[in-house]
């Protein structure tokens, strides 16, 4: 039992590293390509296919460069978590209302002012869905982990398909489903609270 | 053709019809009109049952329509909507054609009664039975909404403010085919508006209705000439003021101002001001009533220590307002007396009804002058 | 550690002989991979589609249909497997049963969505002029929603060949098999065999069906 959660909260943190990871590359990449739009396009590519390569074969690929462990799972998670970081953030700072952003220039915002006060936070709950299913994903791609020498859920999964365990493998497939299910609610749920009240369904603003 | 007896159409906290008696003869072309909420769609739907009556019954040539199938009722009777609501994955033809094809008319009678509708209207087949409704404007959409409520020559047409969403120079135009269409067709047509031009323009008969009642059945001649009450006057009388009907300040007043509640964020309050060209918006709370105002000079210098409209509204001097009961005369002498820019007007609940500003007063004017200058 | 590996550079035209040695174990493969996709896929648009629609004026019903689905969606692929072994155990079973609940949700949220994003005006002139609820379904909300409904189905078929290799789990076959291969012998060309036609069967899928989804747009629709 013990076992199990010293497992359980080694998956959460790979999983974690990994969209950390992303998030630190992530988001200024985001920021950057609304710069530079032609940029968008080709990042956006980019990331859309390494996102079809199935996690088996781009973890197997990294391992046979980066070697068996942790840090070859950890560098997988962020590639993959960086696809909805990526995108929801471009997304998210590019949907804003131009009258907002036109609104803020025109009140002498400089253009980190803009992002800090204005775009950043507006494009909050964008950014976190992304976040969220980023996680959700690192954790189901964590459970590989085992394949190439990493840790987490996987390995009772695996040692007990070789054994044909059936209380082994649920000893690793049930938690590992709850904590992508909880993720995915506590995530949601952060989602709601950081969006701005005036924000949320049924807006005033009528004039 | 159509008798209403006894109906009535309650929602579960007001009512919406209160028993409507109402009889319309073969071939008449009958508007409703009232204000919104008065109860002349809800009245058109329940003709063909897409709202069912609480009580009561409707009879289209006798028949209760209650007892009817509503679908082959709905087949029967021809329907044009404001949204118009052609199919867009159809072409012009096809839309046309819906209601025979429902029918099972055989191929070559429903391409023949497009074509001649088409022809009618004086729009060449050749060019438009085969386009899609998004290569029309709005004015020609509608065209083609009134040619399928007529392609399987129904008995009954209703038409539910069919061009309130068109431009003017549409809107006459249409109103005069409709007309045109009416007088060499003779359907019975019952068309809903709230505005009493067109109604002037097309009934043979106008049935103005208020809060759920019919207030007054007449031809537009008797309407004008003897309008059965006050409300029946006024209604009749906006936008056609004269000299001595600049009594309320109701009339002076911009009926829909620029309003922003407490909680908008101050960027979000720049945006909406520039976009509505205006240098003070008037906050409001759920129930519209008046908390205060806060002008773009504030917004510029306050957006550095505040994040929400709420926390720097009212640092502008205290509002003066006026009673929305108060004659025109009250707001004029305020306006100019106290060399206000703006008046705000409340009812007795506070809640915001208007805005008289100095515009505002001096176009009432100049149309109480020279009769109607455009709004 | 259960494997000491070492690796030296590897050269394309060594990989291009060993897939010519091994061109029916690909084929194989491929074929396989195909195989649990397109079934999964199929099975999840003939009972996703009809659910969609028959929802589509169930809000609430919906709401609660579709937070089940988006839950299965979470659950990790492995996990999954690995609680369906002791009902299922190995095989095509339960690798199509896994794939098949993961292509619910989105073809489900497409259907929904595309169906009640129908305009409420051309609605309300179907039901106005006499049309049936099938024939309203058949003429208008179907033809009306197709696009987004292929949509869904391009999103499901792209992440499902994707997945599929985690068939080779539980000896389900398809191109998870060489790549499963290749981890344990750390064989690089084994995982190349797996990988790179997998890839190219998403992108192919998403680039196919992406193609459908342009054709199946009412000309009145396109922009």
């Not at chain 1, 992530?26 to 990331?47: H, W």
């Not at chain 1, 068996?68 to 978590?81: A, K, R």
Request: include cysteine.
């Amino acid at each position: 039992m013990g076992d199990i959660l010293a497992l359980t909260v080694e998956h959460l943190m790979l999983s974690a590293a990994g969209v950390g990871l992303a998030l630190v590359v992530g988001i200024p990449l985001a920021i950057l390509i609304t710069r530079y739009r032609t940029l968008a396009g080709f990042t956006m590519a980019v990331t859309d296919v390494l996102q079809t390569i199935p996690s088996m074969a781009l973890l197997a690929a990294l391992m046979i460069y980066l070697g068996l462990g942790n840090q070859t799972l950890v560098v997988t998670l962020m590639i993959y978590s960086l696809l909805p970081i990526v995108r929801n953030t471009y997304t998210g700072i590019t949907g804003i209302d131009k009258g907002l952003i036109e609104a803020g220039k025109g009140m002498g915002m400089t253009r980190w002012q803009l992002l800090r006060m204005v775009q950043i936070p507006v494009a909050l709950p964008v950014i976190m869905a992304g976040i969220r299913v980023a996680m959700v994903t690192a954790i189901g791609i964590a459970t590989l982990g085992v394949l190439i020498g990493g840790g987490g859920l996987g390995a009772p999964i695996w040692r007990g398909m070789q054994i044909v365990d059936s209380s082994m493998i649920l000893s690793g497939a049930i938690p590992a489903a709850l904590i992508a299910i909880l993720c995915e609610f506590g995530l949601a749920k952060l989602e709601k609270a950081v969006t701005p009240r005036g924000m949320k369904a049924s807006s005033p603003a009528k004039s | 053709m159509v008798k209403f007896k006894n109906v009535v159409k309650a929602y579960e906290n007001h009512v919406a019809v209160k028993n409507l008696n109402l009889e319309i003869p073969e071939g008449e072309l009958v508007v409703l009109i009232g204000p919104s909420g008065c109860g002349k769609t809800t009245t058109l739907k329940m003709v063909n049952r897409l709202i069912e009556p609480t009580s009561g019954s409707i009879f289209i040539r006798d028949r209760n329509v209650k007892d009817l199938n509503p679908v082959a009722l709905r087949r029967e009777i021809g329907y044009v909507i404001q949204q118009i609501g052609l199919f867009p994955n159809m072409t012009i033809e096809q839309n046309i054609d819906v209601v025979p094809r429902l029918l099972g008319w055989p191929a070559e009678k429903r391409k023949r009664r497009v074509y001649e509708l088409l022809e009618m209207v004086g729009m060449d087949p050749e060019i438009y039975a085969h386009r899609y409704p998004n290569e029309l404007s709005g004015g020609q959409q509608q065209r083609i909404g009134v040619l399928r409520a007529l392609a399987a020559e129904p008995p009954l047409i209703l038409m539910d403010e069919p061009f309130g969403a068109l431009d003017p120079i549409a809107r006459e135009s249409l109103q005069d085919e409709l007309k045109n269409l009416h007088s060499r067709l003779n359907i019975t047509t019952i068309f809903v508006t709230h505005d009493m031009d067109e109604a002037l323009k097309l009934a043979d008969r106008v049935v103005v209705m208020n809060q759920g009642e019919v207030v007054q059945v007449a031809t537009p001649e008797t309407l004008l000439r003897n309008p059965a009450n006050d409300f029946v006057a006024s209604f009749i009388g906006k936008n056609r003021l004269n000299g001595d009907s600049l009594q309320s300040v109701v009339e002076i007043m911009l009926p829909d101002p620029v309003t922003v509640h407490p909680q908008m964020g101050l960027a979000e309050g720049l945006a909406l001001m520039k976009r509505k060209k205006v240098d003070t918006v008037l906050v409001v709370d759920e129930q519209r009533r008046l908390l205060g105002s806060v002008a773009v000079e504030t917004l510029d210098r306050e957006h550095k220590r505040a994040r929400t409209i709420g926390e720097i509204m009212n640092q502008d001097p205290p509002l003066t307002t006026i009673r929305s009961q108060a004659s025109a005369k009250e707001a004029f002498d305020l306006i100019i007396g106290e060399k206000l820019k703006y008046l705000p007007v409340l009812d007795e609940n506070d809640v915001l009804v208007g805005l008289v500003t100095r515009n505002s007063m001096v176009s009432a004017l100049a149309s109480a002058v020279w009769g109607d200058v455009g709004e | 550690m259960l494997w000491r590996l070492r690796f030296g550079v590897m050269w394309v035209s060594d990989f291009i002989d060993f897939i010519r040695s091994n061109l029916d174990v690909a084929a194989v493969a491929t074929y396989q991979h195909l195989y649990l996709s397109f079934g999964s896929v199929l099975l999840g648009m003939l009972i996703a589609v009809p659910l969609g629609i028959w929802l589509s004026d169930k809000e609430r019903l919906a709401e609660k249909v579709l937070a089940v689905t988006g839950t299965i969606q979470t659950v990790p692929g492995l996990a999954f497997l690995g609680l369906f072994l002791p009902l299922l155990g190995l095989g095509v079973v339960p690798s199509m049963t896994v794939l098949f609940l993961y292509s619910l949700l989105p073809i489900l949220t497409n259907t929904y969505t595309g169906i009640r994003g129908v305009n409420p005006a051309v609605v309300e002139a179907g039901i106005g002029m006499g049309m049936s609820p099938r024939q309203l379904l058949f003429m208008v909300k179907l033809p009306l929603a197709f696009p987004v409904i292929i949509a869904g189905i391009r999103i499901a078929s792209v992440y499902i060949v994707s997945w599929a290799t985690l068939a080779a789990f539980v000896g389900g076959g398809g191109l998870g098999d060489p790549i499963l291969t290749g981890i344990m012998t750390a064989d690089i060309n084994f995982i190349l065999m797996g990988a790179i036609p997998a890839a190219l069967l998403a992108l192919a899928a998403g680039w196919i069906l992406g193609m459908v989804e342009r054709l199946a747009t009412p000309r009145g629709l396109r922009g």
